[in-house]
């Protein structure tokens, strides 16, 4: 049996309804050299039924003897995998038909590159729409984001086989529903981690999906991989900086007030401090590393301004140009805490 490029590795449950619809895209790849290996987790819906009506001899269907989670069901696929690349992909999302084809293609020319993703357009209720992801990247953009959000869509990302198996287990089932940015920290550390700015993957949102319904997990243990990341740097202070980050960086979640603000900002500038100084950064990801921290820091300044728990004057007083983080949207600042303003008088209205 000869070894294919790609194995396209994929845990279901209960997807029915969309499988389908995702294989359908993966046999509309240019690239025809891969294998399929899904996972069945004991579905209790007819997924096997259409898994084994689909006639692809790439496509391989395992059967868990129990349900154990999409960790390990993921984990069995990639010990089945006999690619030279493993391609993530979900249940319900879709790939565009060069998907495969870009990746490898840009694997194979760049040696010192483990994983690439893809950028990403997400489906909700019929409608298309951007992920919020940086619309642009390079790899060392990549890498600082890691240490402030998860910048990758898991179904987007291919892996180098032999990295991948270096590591055990592939994915930390410790790290249920962050399992992937956990990933991604852990293969920072075999090389490079880069992303494709084009669109290759559809990205389904709805109300079943993993990332709506375990919210707080997903952010417990997304603070236990920034923790770590982040314990050289601030040592007894990591967990507090971590929590911070995925509250309000990562979560979106208004500061409470003043303090935060700052104690968020100095950390954000001290991070990004200690990455470019060990790093050799080039103009263009030193512009984009620049400017996508300054969009996200504007954006929590819009949050605390809108919902009352800080003052314009605050967000113009704990100023990124003192904290080496560059600064956006003055007049959306000002426009926020209006915003916030009339809020908080129809509250004191009612």
């Known amino acids: 049996m000869t070894i ?8 279901a449950y ?5 499988v389908g619809e995702t294989i359908a895209s993966l046999q509309a790849q240019t690239l025809s050299d891969f294998e399929i290996v899904v996972v069945d987790d004991r ?50 999302d879709l790939c565009r038909p060069e998907r495969l084809a870009r ?12 994983l690439l993703g893809t950028a990403a357009t997400a ?4 409608r298309l729409s951007a992920t919020g992801h940086a619309p642009a990247s390079t790899p060392l953009l990549i890498e600082w984001l890691l240490r402030i959000e998860n910048p990758l869509v898991w179904s987007s990302v291919m892996i180098r086989a032999d990295a991948a198996r270096q590591l055990s287990p592939f994915t930390r089932p410790a790290m249920l529903y962050a399992e992937d ?15 494709l700015d084009d669109e290759l993957l559809v990205y389904r949102r709805h109300c079943g999906g993993a990332s709506q319904c375990f919210v707080d997990t997903m952010r417990a243990h997304a603070r236990l991989v920034l923790a770590e990341a982040y314990a050289a740097l601030f040592g007894e202070e990591a967990q507090q900086i971590a929590q911070l980050v995925v509250q ?37 990801s030193l512009t984009l590393i620049r400017w996508e921290t300054a969009r996200r820091w504007s954006r929590v300044g819009r949050a605390a301004l809108r919902t ?33 303003g009339a809020r908080s008088a129809i509250r004191w209205a009612t």
Do not use: C, K, W
């Not at 990746?103 to 483990?114: C, I, M, R, W």
């Not at 007030?257 to 080039?282: C, K, N, P």
């Open 308 to 340: 009352g728990t800080i003052g314009l004057g605050d967000a113009i007083a704990v100023r990124p140009d003192h904290l080496g983080l560059g600064y956006t949207g003055v007049e959306e600042l000002i426009m926020s805490r209006l915003i916030g």
């Open 4 to 11: 294919p490029v790609v194995s396209v590795i994929m845990a």
């Open 43 to 92: 579905s209790t819906d007819d997924t096997l039924t259409v898994l084994r009506e689909i006639d692809d001899p790439r496509l391989r269907v395992i059967e868990s003897a129990a349900n154990q989670g999409p960790v390990r069901a993921r984990n069995r696929a990639v010990a089945e995998a006999r690619g030279r690349y493993i391609a993530g992909l979900d249940q319900d």
């Open 181 to 195: 940015f956990d990933l991604y920290h852990r293969l920072a550390a075999l090389g490079r981690i880069a992303r």
């Open 123 to 126: 489906l909700e209720d019929g």
């Open 103 to 114: 990746q490898v293609a840009y694997l194979e020319a760049h040696p010192d590159t483990v």
């Open 248 to 284: 309000h960086i990562m979560g979106q979640e208004p500061v409470p007030h003043r303090a935060a603000l700052i104690q968020l900002g100095t950390a954000l500038a001290r991070l990004q401090e200690d990455f470019l100084a060990t790093r050799s950064v080039d103009a263009e």
């Open 14 to 18: 209960n997807g029915a309804a969309l």
